[in-house]
């Protein structure tokens, strides 16, 4: 297929249609499309070969909201994702050379394992949480008068990072032995987790046009749980469970990303915490068409084109992908076309873009 064709069928922002397909109402009218995020790389190539942001300049007022728009508007999804600034956390980082084809100047950095700046009661008074006063709304308060009619924002970014954030602070290594040796700090810091999420909860639900809660968390690793199922109950599920019932009181449904197996907490995230739907397949656990036949009568499946497939296959089996996945899983609703995680600056920008052309071209 000729890149004179790529991307050609128009698609009109629906955010309405978006959520009526996650909650599930039915045979959407066309695909609806849905990303955990892009990296800054791919945009960039997106923005440079469509000619996307003519004249305009990095470093210029809200130039990545500009960029985000563009890119999202012209790629065919019906939301921005955003959230709240201010939170930074500082963690035990370790940084290795970029090898993608898109690679970034600043490398790649991989959060310790080992050890993270909390491992004592002394380390966890001395860190320096963000504070609920420091919270700004910046970009969602320039996506709320700039966006375009039908689109809408999806609230996340650096938010409900429960299980993330306990080995990321404490390091995972550090975390195994607390949840036995330090049960009480765990807790604090948990508990200490909870009151920033939901008051940035709070702050994103005061603009009307967040129309989706999207927590992330990965809580697996391909043979299961990172920590135990029991541990999570106890930890990291109520947090969720808070979430997503606030999500819910403001009319608003709750996402999970989440890597890893998580066949022994599914049943508790769907009856329990409540989420509306679940993002993160990987062709090594469970792929998404499995997933739709499993969970696809209580939740929507989001994604679900392997990262590894969409690196390695050629553009043809991409879009033969898509349409074996779009028959099995758009019918009914409760599925959006998206990739098995993220579209990392690795993933080749033909594919990507092959995967959104094909969904435009569908037809139930």
């Given amino acids: ?40 790389e791919i945009k960039d190539a997106v923005c440079a070969r469509f000619g996307l942001l003519p004249g305009v300049r990095q470093g210029e007022p809200f130039y990545l909201e500009r960029r985000e728009v563009a890119v999202q508007r012209f790629l065919g ?3 921005v994702r955003a959230g709240v600034d201010g939170l930074a956390f500082p963690l035990h980082r370790a940084v290795a050379e970029d090898t993608a084809a898109l690679a970034r100047r600043t490398g790649r950095s991989y959060v310790d394992e080992h050890r993270g700046p909390i491992t004592t009661w002394e380390e966890f008074e001395r860190y320096p949480w963000p504070r609920v006063e420091d919270i700004r709304t910046r970009s969602l308060e320039w996506y709320s008068r700039h966006l375009p009619d039908g ?46 999420y939901a008051a940035v909860l709070d702050a994103m639900l005061t603009f009307p046009r967040v129309r989706v809660i999207w927590g992330s968390d990965d809580m697996g690793y391909r043979g299961g749980t990172l920590i135990s199922p029991a541990h999570l109950r106890t ?3 109520p ?11 403001a009319g608003r449904p709750y996402l999970l990303h989440s890597c890893g197996n998580l066949r022994e907490i599914m049943d508790d995230l769907i009856d329990d915490v409540g989420i509306d739907a679940k993002h993160s397949f990987e062709d090594t656990i469970e792929d998404v068409v499995t997933a739709k036949g499993l969970y696809g009568s ?35 609703g409760g599925y959006l076309l998206g990739s098995g995680n993220s ?11 092959a995967m959104l052309d094909e969904g435009r071209r569908f037809t139930a």
Avoid: K
Avoid at 16 to 38: D, N, S, Y
Avoid at 153 to 158: A, K, Q, T, V
């Fill in 1 to 40: 297929m000729g890149t004179d064709s790529l991307l050609s069928i128009a698609v009109e922002p629906d955010w309405e249609g978006m959520v009526a397909a996650i909650l599930r109402r039915g045979t959407p009218a066309r695909v609806h499309l849905i990303e955990l995020f892009l990296d800054g």
């Fill in 77 to 79: 999804y019906d939301y």
């Fill in 151 to 196: 689109m809408c924002i999806i609230g996340s970014g650096g938010f409900a990072h429960f299980a993330e954030f306990l080995s990321w602070l404490m390091g995972y290594e550090t975390l195994c032995y607390a949840l036995f040796e330090q049960a009480d700090l765990v807790e604090a810091i948990v508990q200490r987790l909870g009151e920033l």
């Fill in 235 to 237: 930890y990291v599920l």
């Fill in 239 to 249: 947090g969720h469970r808070s979430l997503a019932a606030a999500a819910h009181a």
């Fill in 298 to 332: 209580r939740i929507a499946v989001l994604g679900g084109i392997d990262v590894d497939f969409l690196c390695r296959a050629d553009e043809e089996s991409v879009r033969q992908r898509v349409r074996t996945t779009l028959a099995a899983c758009h019918p009914g």
């Fill in 343 to 353: 579209v990392a600056n690795y993933v080749p920008l033909g594919n990507y873009l």
